[in-house]
């Protein structure tokens, strides 16, 4: 098989920790931004729900967006393994 196939990319730790700490920034600012507001507490209680469902909805699509790319690049090696059987063969 080839040789970039075997090669896995993985985040860098520096990567990681910024992505923990935005996300955490992230939902602390619009959580006090939620509480901040002069509204009644189930009007906040409604957007802090609504918050959270959007945070839901991205870790599932980001989920299927993963997988769709790895089952991607599982047909790719199949098929690369396969050209590479078939040119072996005739090579032969």
């Not at 609504?50 to 945070?55: F, I, K, P």
């Not at 769709?68 to 059987?85: F, K, P, S, V, Y």
Request: charged share 20%.
């Amino acid at each position: 098989m080839s040789e970039h196939l075997t090669h896995v990319d993985r985040p860098t730790s520096a990567w990681i920790s910024f992505s923990y700490i935005s996300f955490g920034a992230s939902l602390l600012m619009v959580g006090g931004g939620i509480f901040a507001l002069p509204l009644d507490w189930w009007v906040r209680a409604y957007l802090a729900m609504g918050v959270t469902m959007v945070v839901q909805s991205c870790f599932t699509f980001s989920k299927n967006f993963r997988d769709l790319h790895e089952a991607g690049r599982m047909i790719n090696r199949i098929e690369e393994a396969r050209t590479e059987r078939l040119l072996s063969a005739e090579r032969s």
